[in-house]
Every structure is written in C-alpha cells, then in structure tokens.
Nanobody, 112 residues
Framework: QLQASGGGLVQAGGSLRLSCTAS?????MGWSRQTPGKQRDLVAT???????NYVDSLSDRFTISRDNRKNTVSLQMNSLKPEDTAVYYC???????????WGQGTQVTVSS
C-alpha cells in the first residue's frame, strides 16, 4: 500500500515536495503524473540501490530520492511551471514477481 502526500497549489517558479510511504520495502519506487484526458506519464523512478531515472528533461528541475529505512520516496520539484500541473501518483514495483503498485493521486497545481 502506498500513501502519498505533499501536493498543493503553488505559483510558477515555486517548489513542492511530494512524499510517498510504502507499507513494505519495494525494489523500485517512483512517480508518474496525469492530466485530464491524457495518459499517465512516468516522471522518475529510483531503485533500492539509489539509481534514479528521469523522463525527458525533468531532472533539470525535479529530484527523486528515497529512504529505504522508512520505505519512502520523495520528489522535490523546483522551478515549477504551469505545465507541471497534474495529478501525481506514487508507484512502486516489487523485484520478483515484478508486481506494480499505485498510490492515490495527489494534485499539484501551478498557477501562472
């Protein structure tokens, strides 16, 4: 089970930090986002070993991190843009079998 928090309303150029706690240790944790009428897109993932991957150029502004002791993953989002507005979903994947888990979404709204 994944529990996400940290969304909200922020002005363009501002920052937000999302956090997600899993009920158990999982191999990969990360974040995806979805805007109305569009598919859910991957934002970033990080393995239990700390290897992070970002989609597109988001690494310029977003930083993913995790605390394995607390089974948490965080997404620090800086220099936010209106196009970052979306519902952000925490995700996780077990190592074997490769089962995916999703948390509830948290709304991020960036005003211009």
């Amino acid at each position: 089970q994944l529990q996400a928090s940290g969304g909200g309303l922020v002005q363009a150029g501002g920052s937000l930090r999302l956090s997600c706690t899993a009920s158990a240790s999982l191999y990969i944790m990360g974040w995806s986002r979805q805007t109305p009428g569009k598919q859910r897109d991957l934002v970033a993932t990080i393995t239990s070993g700390g290897i992070a991957n970002y989609v597109d150029s988001l690494s310029d502004r977003f930083t993913i991190s995790r605390d394995n002791r607390k089974n948490t993953v965080s997404l620090q989002m800086n220099s936010l843009k209106p196009e970052d507005t979306a519902v952000y979903y925490c995700l996780a994947r077990a190592r074997s079998p490769p089962t995916y888990y999703w948390g509830q979404g948290t709304q991020v709204t960036v005003s211009s």
